[in-house]
Nanobody
Framework: QVQLVESGGGSVQTGGSLTLSCATS????????MAWFRQAPGNEREGIAA????????YYADSVKGRFTISQDNVKNMVYLQMNSLKPEDTAMYYC????????????????????WGQGTQVTVSS
């Protein structure tokens, strides 16, 4: 089973940037999606960015579109989330996930479609 380990979180001020990393323990099966989700205290885990492993097509939630960029390094088996122009409302625990099923290319940002969650990495944005 593929295991995921997130890193790169921290504390920044509004407008700052962070890059999160997700290390995978093995080869990602073809046809899957990798995604970043986040969860703030009292809120549900929400999907914010996803990438189709086999083509690099990316998907973003409206809340992060234009500010966050998801990317992958298939040689290193890594997935990244570059976060720019951070806002206090971006404060949350960030998780990466692997889609449970093979995709035809689409990666809906729905929690029930993803699993293999890592332990998460905390991002705190202060005003």
């Amino acid at each position: 089973q593929v295991q995921l380990v997130e890193s790169g979180g921290g504390s920044v001020q509004t407008g700052g940037s962070l890059t999160l990393s997700c290390a995978t323990s093995g080869y990602i099966i073809s046809g899957r999606c990798m995604a970043w989700f986040r969860q703030a205290p009292g809120n549900e885990r929400e999907g914010i960015a996803a990438i189709y492993v086999d083509g690099g097509t990316t998907y973003y939630a409206d809340s992060v579109k234009g500010r966050f960029t998801i990317s992958q390094d298939n040689v290193k088996n890594m997935v990244y989330l570059q976060m720019n122009s951070l806002k206090p409302e971006d404060t949350a625990m960030y998780y990466c996930g692997l889609s449970r099923y093979r995709s035809g290319g689409a990666c809906p940002l729905r929690r029930e479609l993803f699993g293999n969650w890592g332990q998460g990495t905390q991002v705190t944005v202060s005003s």
